[in-house]
Each structure stands twice: as structure tokens, then as C-alpha cells.
């Protein structure tokens, strides 16, 4: 074999083998973008089930919340109106504070009062009618707002005039009237100086009972 046909065979050589090259280093990138692209999807998957996960967790944790407010509501708020015991704890409260009282009064009783019907307003642009429906009657008690199936009812104590007490008394019974589950709010007093001991007072309260039928 000449130099010639050597040369020939040699060259031949190095550009298969330099094809050979460019293929192998075609096929590892692609092999590589696949494995890549494999791996990022995994990972997206990873981290999707990971957030998946953890916001079960969340979901979980916000149930058992909601159950606690549940129970603790149904444990603060009385599931009944009873204005015999309400008048019964409203006398012992006043009782630990040494003071007399004259009257506890409840509002006027709704009971028995016919409910309106639900009207239709006219007037819809898009050719619907808007139906009000009024909402039933609950004697005595005024739904709070913001708090679904809760009621409050107003209630007016008056203290015995003829039995004047201390300021301390006063700020007593109103601080265990606040701490009484059934009257946790005091909405309004009324005090009046006593004309012959200006140390001593009389005093009209509203109170706000809530509770949960």
C-alpha cells in the first residue's frame, strides 16, 4: 500500500471517528436534557406534594381550632334564655357585693307576635326581582351582629334607694357581673348621689345577657 492510499486510510479514520465524537456528544446532551428535565419534574412534584402536605397539616390544625371556638362558645354562652336563673345570679352577684336591689326587669316579650312575609322589590336592571325575607321573630333577645346564632338580651337592674352603698360596691358588682358568663357586658349606668350622704349612691344598670338558643 503506496503513502498515498495510507493517507487516504487515515483520514478516513479521524472523520469517523470525529462523526463518532459529535454523535456521542449529541446523544450525551440529549440523554442529559432528558435526565434534566426528568429530575426538575420530579423535583416540581416533590415540592407539590410537600405544599400539599403541609396544607393538610394547616387545614387540620384550622378544624381542631374550630372545633375548640366551638366547644369554648357552647361553654361560655348559655344554650338557654332562663330569666329565672339569669335574676337568680344577677341576686347572688349583689348579694357578695352587699348591695340591696329593688327590681330586675327583661324586655317585652315578642311571643306570640305574627311574622311578616317575605316581599319582592321591582327594579331589577337584569330582569330579576330581589326577594327580602324578614327574619324571624326571637322574643326578647336581638341576634349579634358578626357572631351567627348568638343573642343578646338587655336587662335593667335597679338597686334599692333606700339602701344606699359605697362607690367601691358599685365598681364590685360590676367587675363580677363581667366575669358572670351570663351577663358579660354592662351597656349602661345610671348613678345617682344620695342627697344626705354624698359618699353614698344609688345606680340603675342595663346589662347584656348573651346567649345561644
Known sequence: MTSKHTNIVA??????????SVYSIIWANQTLGKKSAKLV??????ELAENQQTSLVQT??????????????????????????????IVKIASESGITLS??????????????????EAGDTTGTSQTQTSTASV??????????????????????????ITYNQLIDFLKRLENNRRTAQVSGVT???????????????????YIKP
Open 139 to 164: 322574643t326578647q333577645v336581638k341576634p349579634v351582629q358578626g357572631i351567627a346564632g348568638v343573642y343578646v338580651m338587655e336587662i335593667t337592674v335597679q338597686q334599692e334607694q333606700a339602701k344606699p
Open 60 to 89: 387540620n390544625k384550622n378544624i381542631d381550632t374550630y372545633i375548640e371556638l366551638e366547644k369554648i362558645a357552647k361553654a361560655v354562652v348559655p344554650q338557654d334564655k332562663d330569666q329565672a336563673q339569669t335574676v337568680r345570679e
Open 11 to 20: 483520514t478516513g479514520i479521524l472523520i469517523v471517528m470525529g462523526l463518532l
Open 41 to 46: 419534574n420530579l423535583r416540581l412534584e416533590n
Open 191 to 209: 348613678v345617682q348621689p344620695n342627697p344626705s350622704n354624698r359618699s353614698k349612691l344609688s345606680f340603675t344598670l342595663t346589662v347584656n345577657a
Open 103 to 120: 327590681s330586675i326587669s327583661f324586655p317585652a316579650s315578642t311571643l306570640g307576635q305574627a311574622v311578616p312575609k317575605p316581599t319582592t
